[in-house]
């Protein structure tokens, strides 16, 4: 008996276990696998294997049941995830339905997954900014959160690592607020968007620079990207299907084959990550427990180091579950703030505008990717009553319009015979920084459980003052520039849209400096349980205003090039 227990465990065991599949748990089980170690990655959803499982990718609009349109009654049963835009009958195979994982709204917060191998990297739009040193410095230099513990000057060879592989186009602009990376070639602007990046030039002096966007397309593949089996983006504009040319970067083309091909990798769908098991004895994290999404049973499974990637908040529920005589309010949390601190983008604000200039051009075809505009307000000193700033995007669109007045022949010649618009259409929308504040938290619910007998999470995160002074100050600012530009007809909305449907919430298991104040020291590591390591969103001390996929990135490969060099130490 006993030698059947001891199999049963070593077939258990494995060098390292991953939980989640996603962007940054692809970039954890490449790297780990890579170093050789034996991993385990555990993925609460289905398999969705590259290329076979894209059931739409492919599909004319005719081709769709509705046209593309959702059936009647599925956007009404789902009121939280039918407000994220890329949510469509082409999509909804990718999303997670609001009834399959309920959780606690103790204030309104539309909380956006993809549970499936990939994760979100399938639906992400693959805007790809770095940091720069202004935001992580941000929080010593401005008062708030903590000091992060690492700077720029650390991450920026790891974003070059991640850079290479994934296959980021973009422009080399020498803009202080957005250093450059390792780009492929960039997107080009068409004509309007190049004439208000000129335009601003000129007006401000280059303070307030207008570039294109920068994202994980593959513009002109790299020997290290067909190696990947993965070829050149041909601006379909359909990558929330999926993309069965692995032009765009996701897990699924890129990090999870690539890990596959190791040998070294065992992929488990169907796999809840109900918490993480730790040893008083060892005084350090052995295993975990998981519940088979088919059967109900619970298993275990042990390694020698974890790294939990199961997206920001579902990483901190994990953590505040995982609870033992040690650690009983949640893994590591002597302090009391986990589930605390967590922050998200601030997109409640749109401008549009009319611009009459250019009518003798348009655009044609399709560019998955836009201009953008690097954080401009409060960079180098302190200059409004509100702390941070805002990056934006930037588009121009001619447009056009067909006549659908008259019947028979009238209507064919006036479809068929679109006309262009006498105006460009110009638009900017904001992605503000928020502050972390111990007030916005996630908790485990006393009472509700999820169908797997987890507690629910219960999330309490709102706006502040700092986001709507920062909001006037983006319409005012964007209708200055506007106005200078020439644009007409300029209309601002605040949407006040509810926090999540930015996508990028953040924080909860922050790093820092002091094992006081923080959660996860300079590598990711949790201060009080030096095996377990948190890479993705719920690592972020601040949030900047970047796009923050391609910083979970860089943390992870980081992270497992330490976690590797200590367990070969056996330091861990
Ligand atoms: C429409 C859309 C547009 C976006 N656009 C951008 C963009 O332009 N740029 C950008 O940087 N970001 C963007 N994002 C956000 C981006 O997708 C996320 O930042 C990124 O996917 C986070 O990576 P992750 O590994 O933390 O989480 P995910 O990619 O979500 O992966 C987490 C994985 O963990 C699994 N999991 C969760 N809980 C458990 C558990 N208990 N046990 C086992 N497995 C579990 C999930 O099923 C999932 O597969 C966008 C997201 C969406 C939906
Ligand atoms: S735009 Fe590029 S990445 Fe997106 S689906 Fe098309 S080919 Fe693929």
Request: hydrophobic content about 40%; charged content about 20%.
């Given at each position: 008996m006993a030698n059947l227990n001891t199999d049963a465990i070593k077939r258990r065991t494995y060098d390292a276990i991953v939980i989640g599949s996603g962007i940054s748990g692809g970039w954890a089980a490449k790297e780990l696998t890579g170093k050789g170690l034996k991993t385990l990655v555990l993925e609460r959803g289905r398999e969705v294997k590259h290329v076979v499982d894209y059931p739409t990718a492919q599909l004319h609009p005719w081709e769709l049941p509705n046209r593309g349109q959702m059936r009647s009654g599925v956007n009404e049963a789902n009121p939280v995830v039918s407000k994220c835009y890329a949510f469509g009958e082409a999509t909804e195979q990718f999303f997670v339905k609001d009834a399959e994982h309920p959780y606690v709204q103790e204030k309104p917060f539309d909380w956006i997954r993809g549970y499936q191998t990939g994760g979100k990297s399938l639906l992400w739009a693959r805007q790809t900014q770095r940091w720069s040193k202004y935001d992580f410095e941000g929080p010593a230099r401005d008062g708030f959160a903590v000091e992060w513990p690492i700077s720029y000057d650390d991450l920026a060879p790891w974003y070059s690592y991640v850079e290479k592989f994934a296959g980021i186009s973009g422009n080399r602009d020498g803009v202080a607020a957005l250093p450059d990376g390792e780009f492929l070639p960039p997107h080009p602007m068409n004509c309007v968007e190049q004439y208000f990046s000129e335009s601003m030039a000129k007006t401000f002096g280059g303070a307030r620079p207008i570039i294109i966007g920068r994202c994980a397309h593959i513009t002109q593949p790299q020997p290290i990207h067909l190696e990947q089996g993965r070829s050149k983006c041909a601006h379909r504009t359909l990558c929330e299907r999926g993309c069965p040319l692995g032009g765009y970067f996701s897990s699924n083309a890129s990090t999870l084959p690539w890990a596959a091909k190791t040998g070294k990798m065992t992929l488990r769908p169907h796999s809840v990550v109900h918490s993480i098991i730790y040893d008083e004895k060892k005084q350090k994290a052995v295993g975990v427990r998981v519940i088979d999404s088919n059967t109900k049973e619970t298993e275990e499974f042990y390694a020698k180091i974890i790294?939990?990637?199961?997206?920001?908040?579902?990483?901190?529920?994990i953590l505040l579950n995982s609870t033992s005589n040690r650690f009983p309010n949640g893994l590591g949390n002597d302090n009391g703030l986990l589930g605390k601190y967590i922050a998200f983008h601030n997109y409640r604000a749109t401008i549009n505008a009319n611009y009459e200039g250019y009518l003798d051009k348009t655009t044609e075809g399709r560019r998955p990717n836009s201009a953008y505009i690097p954080r401009f307000r409060n960079l180098l000193k302190q200059e409004t009553d509100f702390l941070r700033g805002y990056?934006?995007?930037?588009?121009?669109?001619?447009?056009?319009?067909?006549?659908?007045n008259g019947w028979g022949e009238d209507l064919k010649t006036g479809i068929l015979n679109p006309k262009l618009n006498d105006f460009w259409s110009v638009g900017s929308h904001m992605m503000g920084e928020t502050i972390p504040k111990e007030s916005n938290y996630v908790a485990l619910d006393k009472d509700q459980r999820d169908p797997w007998g987890i507690p629910q999470l219960r999330i309490s995160v709102d706006y502040d003052e700092n986001d709507v002074k920062m909001t006037k100050d983006f319409f005012e600012q964007l209708t200055e520039m506007y106005t200078k530009a020439g644009f007409?007809?300029?209309?601002?909305?605040d949407s006040n849209r509810t926090p999540g449907l930015d996508i990028h919430e953040m924080g909860g298991v922050r790093m820092g400096k002091d094992p006081k104040t923080s959660l996860l020291n300079e590598w990711n590591q949790l201060h009080h349980c030096k095996n377990v390591f948190v890479t993705d969103g719920a690592c972020m001390t601040s949030t900047a205003t970047q796009n923050p996929s391609l910083t979970y990135m860089a943390f992870t490969a980081r992270a497992a090039d330490?976690?590797?060099?200590?367990?070969?130490?056996?330091?861990?």
């Open positions: 790294f939990v990637n199961a997206a920001a908040l579902n990483s901190n529920l990056a934006s995007g930037f588009s121009a669109n001619r447009g056009q319009r067909d006549d659908r007409t007809n300029i209309r601002t909305n330490y976690a590797v060099k200590q367990l070969k130490a056996k330091n861990l």
